[in-house]
Nanobody
Framework: QVQLLESGGGLVQAGGSLRLSCGASGSIFAINAMGWYRQAPGKQRELVAM???????NYADSVKGRFTISRDHAQSTVYLQMNSLKPEDTAVYYCTSRQVWGDSWGQGSQVTVSS
């Protein structure tokens, strides 16, 4: 079992920045990748960014050049630095981890970008 706890959401003006954090506990040795998805009202959940245990990153085209995913040395915490935020980035952001037996999800953090 892997448990995920997120923090760092909030309200920001367009052009501003926020940083999301996600701490993992439990069977962290089994985590192959961690990352973030988001879901805006009326839309499907979509991938934002992922980072593997080898440090390989993957970003949605819509956030490339603005968002940066990183992790700590122990690979138990992942961060999402979000710069140049746009109103269309408004969504609930979910942390996720991928293990051999399946995925774990955080509780979600609201990010609201005002125009």
């Amino acid at each position: 079992q892997v448990q995920l706890l997120e923090s760092g959401g909030g309200l920001v003006q367009a052009g501003g920045s926020l940083r999301l954090s996600c701490g993992a506990s439990g069977s962290i040795f089994a985590i192959n990748a961690m990352g973030w998805y988001r879901q805006a009202p009326g839309k499907q959940r979509e991938l934002v960014a992922m980072i593997t245990k080898d440090g390989i990153t993957n970003y949605a085209d819509s956030v490339k050049g603005r968002f940066t995913i990183s992790r700590d040395h122990a690979q138990s915490t992942v961060y999402l630095q979000m710069n140049s935020l746009k109103p269309e980035d408004t969504a609930v952001y979910y942390c996720t981890s991928r293990q051999v037996w399946g995925d774990s999800w955080g509780q979600g953090s609201q990010v609201t970008v005002s125009s």
